[in-house]
T-cell receptor, first 110, second 113 residues
Framework: GQNIDQPTEMTATEGAIVQINCTYQTSGFNGLFWYQQHAGEAPTFLSYNVLDGLEEKGRFSSFLSRSKGYSYLLLKELQMKDSASYLCAVNDGATNKLIFGTGTLLAVQP | SQTIHQWPATLVQPVGSPLSLECTVEGTSNPNLYWYRQAAGRGLQLLFY??????ISSEVPQNLSASRPQDRQFILSSKKLLLSDSGFYLC????????????FGSGTRLTVV
């Protein structure tokens, strides 16, 4: 079956660093995505990993270990506007379906 | 440039009424198209996906159906809405599923009363 797990909620302080973990078990794999979603809005693309290692894009970095079925999203220099849900999603490879986890609601406090 | 249009933005419908949500894509051909539903405080659940005209795959048994009458048009329908059909519906498209990822429409907030 398909299973993607993330923590439900996290809280962090403005200016700090936070790491959001994601573990997955899927029938196939053709890349892992991280999306940001503010309440009532559509998800917006943050990062994509298909090979093991770290991808860095400004304040956001994402890591993938395919052998462990594990990824994390690292957010640095947190800002209040980073308060949102962060969704981990896996391309199942066979039909390019994007399977989502339940999302992590991040609250950034002053 | 590629764009995706989804409408309406919000919809309030009585139980037992029909539903039709439309999604159209511009600037690309033969995209993979997807319908997702998001319940309050939850992740996105894949409802249907389509790899071509008239080709629809259903992911979960439900009260909804989907159709793709044209290459860049994807429609979500119901003959009789249930209260449990309430949610945030998102249409998305992709070409290769790779680093260009998936592009989402702006979503439709459906409330069944």
């Amino acid at each position: 079956g398909q299973n993607i797990d993330q923590p439900t909620e996290m809280t962090a302080t403005e200016g700090a660093i936070v790491q959001i973990n994601c573990t997955y078990q899927t029938s196939g794999f053709n890349g892992l995505f991280w999306y940001q979603q503010h309440a009532g809005e559509a998800p917006t693309f943050l990062s994509y990993n298909v090979l093991d290692g770290l991808e860095e894009k400004g304040r956001f970095s994402s890591f993938l270990s395919r052998s462990k079925g594990y990824s994390y999203l690292l957010l640095k220099e947190l800002q209040m506007k980073d308060s949102a849900s962060y969704l981990c999603a896996v391309n199942d490879g066979a039909t390019n379906k994007l399977i989502f986890g339940t999302g992590t609601l991040l609250a950034v406090q002053p | 440039s590629q764009t995706i249009h989804q409408w309406p933005a919000t919809l309030v419908q009585p139980v037992g009424s029909p539903l039709s949500l439309e999604c159209t894509v511009e600037g690309t051909s033969n995209p993979n198209l997807y319908w997702y539903r998001q319940a309050a405080g939850r992740g996105l659940q894949l409802l249907f996906y389509s790899v071509g005209i008239g080709q629809i795959s259903s992911e979960v048994p439900q009260n909804l159906s989907a159709s793709r009458p044209q290459d860049r048009q994807f429609i979500l329908s119901s003959k009789k809405l249930l209260l449990s059909d309430s949610g945030f519906y998102l249409c998305a498209w992709s070409v290769s599923g790779g680093p260009n990822g998936y592009t989402f429409g702006s979503g439709t907030r459906l409330t069944v009363v």
